[in-house]
């Protein structure tokens, strides 16, 4: 069983402040772990991926995040926070199925940038 | 061009009543899903095809019937809508082997 648990339903930060958005994650195997973002009334966007390479991943738009395996952690950061930043953020961890891999979300963190 | 592309985008209907949602995907990509997305914003997948087989099949009533007429489609048919099937619906695809998902805009059914 795979899980994720994202610390902080809403999180808000000043802009030009730095952004940390928190995911823990539970697999029984060596798992596969993306941040998706999802604009108002848009689709999901995909930030980052980890695939069991180097462990500090860095995505589009300035994120990065570090997978942290003796904390079961995988934080999503930003050095400096823009007001289109302001989304909704998803921590998912990857199972591999046959032919396709089936994602579990966190339950998501609303991040607010205010000037 | 759009990657993956979900008709149509706002879906308004009564309860009782049968709709599809179409999807299409252009990236060339062997496997689809649909997801269901709460009010609460919560994301969990309904199904997911490969090469048109259907290789997960979630927890959903069988109101709900997923059909894949080609591996670059992957449409919704829901019968006898229910107030509780109010939600957005994403269509998403991916390559094989643990690859990211790109998701369409979604579809906004309410049911009235």
């Known amino acids: 069983a795979q899980s994720v648990t994202q610390l902080d339903s809403h999180v808000s930060v000043s802009e030009g402040t730095p952004v940390l958005l928190r995911c823990n994650y539970s697999s029984s195997y060596s798992p596969s772990l993306f941040w998706y973002v999802q604009h108002p009334n848009k689709g999901l966007q995909l930030l980052l991926k980890?695939?069991?390479?180097?462990?500090l991943v860095k995505g589009i738009n300035g994120f990065e995040a570090e997978f942290k395996k003796s904390e079961t952690s995988f934080h999503l950061t930003k050095p400096s926070a823009h007001m289109s930043d302001a989304a909704e953020y998803f921590c998912v961890v990857s199972l591999l199925t046959g032919g396709g891999n089936k994602l579990t979300f966190g339950t998501g963190t609303q991040l607010k940038v205010e000037l | 061009d759009t990657a993956v592309s979900q008709t149509p985008k706002y879906l308004v209907t009564q309860m009782g009543n049968d709709k599809s949602i179409k999807c299409e995907q252009n990236l060339g990509h062997d496997t689809m899903y649909w997801y269901k997305q709460d009010s609460k914003k919560f994301l969990k997948i309904m199904f997911s095809y490969n090469n048109k087989e259907l290789i997960i099949n979630e927890t959903v009533p069988n109101r709900f019937s997923p059909k894949s007429p080609d591996k670059a489609h992957l449409n919704l048919h829901i019968n006898s809508l229910e107030l509780g099937d109010s939600a957005v619906y994403f269509c998403?695809?991916?390559?094989?082997?643990?690859?990211?998902?790109?998701f369409g805009d979604g579809t906004r059914l309410s049911i009235l």
């Open positions: 980890y695939t069991s390479a180097a462990t």
């Open positions: 998403a695809s991916s390559q094989a082997g643990g690859q990211p998902q790109h």
